[in-house]
């Protein structure tokens, strides 16, 4: 079975560093990219940004960019997503999600097929 | 930014009835969108990419279409595992997702 398993809901403190986990299994992990989606209490969407795990290249929102950093370590098959300093507007649940793509006429077209059931951040003092 | 707008907020159904999702994107985005369910408590589900082509497992009753800038999402006859909350998100240029439709029982 393809799946994402994400790691467990995390409670900080403003200020302190975290990083999450999302792991991949069922398929070729390094065949695949793996975004990062945030959803803060009663919103919607956000993408945050994404990562190839074959070479860790990556692409980052303009809204995300030098808030976070996406790494990956593929000997593991994991994504990862990390803060240095956390706020307390970071407080949300937190998506990975796989890519797939298909060809079309003059390009590809993205999606996201497999989703990790979220992991929970709260930073509170 | 390339700017998803979708409508209505809200869109209130009878079962069995259809439902129109609309998405306006602020520039052309081409085929490049993707619909998601997400019910509460749960992560998003694809239902829908490349504008029009169900994903796997999806049923017939849901349906997209659209290019370029507009796009629409119908549920042909709504059951009652269809009531949650519908995104569309482009791929064309830094991904971005609407704000979201709650479809909720009339």
């Known amino acids: 079975e393809v799946q994402l398993v994400q790691s467990g809901a995390e409670v900080k403190k403003p200020g302190e560093s975290l990083r999450i986990s999302c792991k991949g299994s069922?398929?070729?992990?390094?065949?695949?990219?793996i975004s990062w989606v945030r959803q803060m209490p009663g919103k919607g969407l956000e993408w945050m940004g994404r990562i190839d795990p074959s070479d860790s290249y990556t692409n980052y929102s303009p809204s995300f960019q030098g808030h976070v950093t996406i790494s990956a370590d593929k000997s593991i098959s994991t994504a990862y997503l990390q803060w240095s300093s956390l706020k307390a507007s970071d407080t949300a649940m937190y998506y990975c999600?796989?890519?797939?793509?298909?060809?079309?006429?003059?390009?590809?077209?993205?999606?996201?097929?497999?989703w990790g059931k979220g992991t929970t951040v709260t930073v509170s003092s | 930014e390339i700017v998803m707008t979708q409508s209505p907020a809200t869109l209130s159904v009878s079962p069995g009835e259809r439902a129109t999702l609309s998405c306006r994107a602020s520039?052309?985005?081409?085929?490049?969108l993707a619909w998601y369910q997400q019910k509460p408590g749960q992560a998003p589900r694809l239902l829908i990419y490349g504008a029009s082509t169900r994903a796997t497992g999806i049923p017939a009753r849901f349906s997209g279409s659209g290019s370029g800038t507009e796009f629409t999402l119908t549920i042909s006859s709504l059951q009652s595992e269809d009531f949650a909350v519908y995104y569309c998100?482009?791929?064309?240029?830094?991904?971005?997702f609407g704000q979201g439709t709650k479809v909720e029982i009339k």
């Open positions: 520039q052309s985005v081409s085929s490049n």
């Open positions: 998100q482009q791929s064309k240029s830094a991904w971005t």
């Open positions: 069922g398929y070729s992990f390094t065949s695949y990219w």
């Open positions: 999600a796989r890519h797939d793509a298909v060809p079309a006429a003059m390009n590809y077209y993205y999606y996201m097929d497999v």
